[in-house]
């Protein structure tokens, strides 16, 4: 198998990956690695103070209009920024947590720490309300492990008057197989690499006459296929796709078109598409997701070697 990095990609967090010399059996394995097998940090313990407590003399009490397991949850889904070269292990297999109860792993070895200190208004203020956000998250382990940038308006709560919220939150290493808050993908997918090729040039002016326009801003006209009638490029391939539905069945301009453009597969050859969210870069991501199947392979070979010995 043989991957390369579309040109134009990664965009953000979202990436176009082509595979050469493979099979949808394997493309599909590095799907279900990128989300189910990936490693990534995200919080899955939260201690919240309980009580009441005055403050200017005002009394403020502990709660807010989320239950616990709710806000927990919310907490949960907040991407953790996850770094490779640093070494926090899963705290099954941390040396100072491995053989304590569940209720007592964690350290420095296996988990970042969290805080959260938020009052509502003041009795005297004319706003009613605060939103919590995931900004208000201080790292008490490193900087960072600060939330990001992108990330740091997803609202957590509501605080009203009298109101106060104060946790600890625990984020620990995990795969998405276990739980959601450990995918670090979403979108994923693949399909045949295919190219576009122009059988009839009057016929195709139904779609060209329509002024559509690649992602990059090139006109979808006849020049777009060049001299061979053919488009190879794979961002223009999947532009010209979607075009393609303005001239469909249903678009009352299919029997006027009659096929003048059709896409052709490539054998043995997928694009692979996802976004990551944050805690990884996409490349990355594809790479852990890569060494998890070379390990798992590895592990396979090496049982049967045992078995056949």
């Known amino acids: 198998m043989k991957a390369e990095v579309v040109k134009g990609w ?3 967090n979202a990436i176009r990956i082509l595979l050469k010399d493979t099979d949808s059996s394997q493309v599909n394995a590095i799907r279900r690695a990128l989300i189910s097998d990936v490693p990534k940090l995200a919080i899955t313990r939260v ?4 009580g009441v407590v005055e403050n200017d003399g005002q009394i403020m009490e502990s709660v807010n209009v989320l239950p616990d397991e709710v806000l927990a949850h919310r907490l949960a889904m907040i991407p953790i920024p996850t770094f490779t070269d640093d070494n926090i292990y899963f705290t099954e297999n941390c040396e100072e947590c491995m053989y304590k109860a569940d209720t007592e792993k964690g350290c420095q070895q296996c988990q970042i720490i969290y805080s959260l200190n938020v009052q ?3 009795s ?11 900004e208000d998250l ?4 490193d900087q960072k492990y600060d939330i990001l940038e992108e990330h740091k308006r997803i609202p957590l709560t509501i605080l009203s008057k009298g109101q106060y919220l104060e946790l600890y939150a625990l984020a620990r290493m995990g795969r998405g197989g276990a739980h959601q808050k450990w995918c670090p993908v979403s979108g994923v997918g693949f399909r045949p690499l295919q190219k576009a090729v122009l059988n009839k040039p009057k ?3 139904v779609l060209f006459s329509l002024g559509l326009k690649t992602s990059d801003g090139k006109d979808i006209n006849a020049k777009l296929f060049g001299s061979n009638k053919t488009i190879d490029d794979i961002n223009h391939v999947f532009d010209l796709e979607k075009a393609l539905h303005q001239v469909g069945p249903g678009t009352g301009r299919e029997a006027d078109f009659d096929d003048a453009i059709t896409m052709e597969t ?3 050859s997928y694009v692979l598409s996802y976004e990551t969210d944050g805690s990884y870069d996409p490349k990355t991501a594809f790479n852990l997701a890569m060494d998890e199947l070379a390990s798992r392979f590895d592990s396979i070979a090496s049982d049967l070697d045992k078995a056949f010995a």
């Open 10 to 12: 990664p965009r953000n």
């Open 47 to 50: 201690n919240i103070t309980q």
């Open 120 to 122: 509502g208004p003041a």
């Open 124 to 134: 005297d203020s004319e706003q009613q309300t605060v939103t919590v956000y995931a």
């Open 138 to 141: 201080t790292t008490v382990s």
């Open 203 to 205: 016929k195709a002016d």
């Open 266 to 268: 490539v054998e043995g």
